[in-house]
């Protein structure tokens, strides 16, 4: 986890950018961090990723429970919009891959209407599964994007970029998730006061019930992570744990990275 505000891991993907380095960014989330759990592929996606934010209240609460400091929530939808505008001043172009037909191209034009001067070089719904990985690789490198932001949705997204960013070279690429869809209108975000309130989980389900076996990771996560900080505390002396070279205060001993 990158202890970040959203500013600041604007700067950090930007830099990779420049760099000519490239990378994959994860917006980790609890359903993310329970799938993780039983899941040692996406496990070894997450460890090995360039930049890894909270995008979750319920990731923020969790650390602070265990006495990390996470100075905020980094969302996917954040975290694109701002890094689009930064990047387009700076002359990169971006490649929008994903969602549902159709979405990806409406997003394109919300994004140029809503951040004017913004460079999308191309877009496509494409297909997750491994065998049209070719095509999608072609058209990204056709378009000689920069940035590219994959939205099939979690984990999906997180193993395709890990499965091809090698095949492009200097690309920084996060997953999105639903961000598309919200970006084009197609699917309404939280009022903002939810969004703070860290219920913007019970919007979406609100609006889409067939979200409830997914949302059924939540208690889990929210039961582990109470369980978890109490066992920390309990334990006695604060220690320091090392959190992607910043050190922050934890009452536990380090422990691995997931």
């Known amino acids: 986890m990158d ?3 959203l500013e600041d ?4 993907a930007l830099a990779l ?3 000519e380095q490239g990378g994959q960014v994860v917006t980790l989330n609890p359903e993310i961090v329970m799938r993780a759990r039983r899941d040692p592929g996406l496990r070894a996606v997450i460890a ?3 930049l890894v934010t909270a995008d979750g209240m319920g990731i923020v609460w969790a650390a602070r429970l265990a006495g990390l400091s996470i100075p905020e929530r980094v969302t996917g939808i954040d975290l694109s919009e701002a890094l689009l505008a930064r990047a387009a001043s700076l002359g990169y172009d971006a490649f929008l891959l994903g969602a549902a037909e159709g979405v ?3 997003a394109a034009d919300a994004l140029k209407a809503r951040l004017p001067g913004v460079r999308i070089a191309g877009v496509w719904s494409g297909d997750p599964r491994p ?3 070719a095509e999608a690789v072609a058209r990204v490198r056709a378009s000689g994007a920069r940035l590219l932001l994959v939205a099939y949705g979690a984990p999906a997204q997180e193993f395709w970029i890990a499965r091809n960013l090698d095949l492009l070279p200097g690309v920084v690429a996060i997953g999105v998730g639903g961000a598309l869809d919200m970006i084009a209108g197609r699917t309404p975000r939280a009022p ?3 969004r703070a309130a860290g219920l913007e989980w019970l919007y979406r389900l609100a609006l889409d019930p067939a979200r409830w076996r997914r949302m059924l990771a939540l208690p889990a996560f929210a039961a ?10 309990i334990a006695g002396t604060p220690a320091v744990i090392t959190v992607r070279g910043a050190e922050w205060p934890c009452w536990t001993k380090p422990a691995k990275r997931i």
């Open 104 to 106: 990806a191209e409406a």
């Open 224 to 233: 582990l992570a109470v369980a978890s900080g109490a066992r920390a505390r």
């Open 9 to 12: 891991a604007v700067t950090r």
């Open 3 to 5: 202890a970040l505000r």
């Open 48 to 50: 090995r990723a360039a």
């Open 192 to 194: 903002r006061w939810m």
């Open 17 to 19: 950018l420049q760099s």
């Open 131 to 133: 065998a049209a990985d």
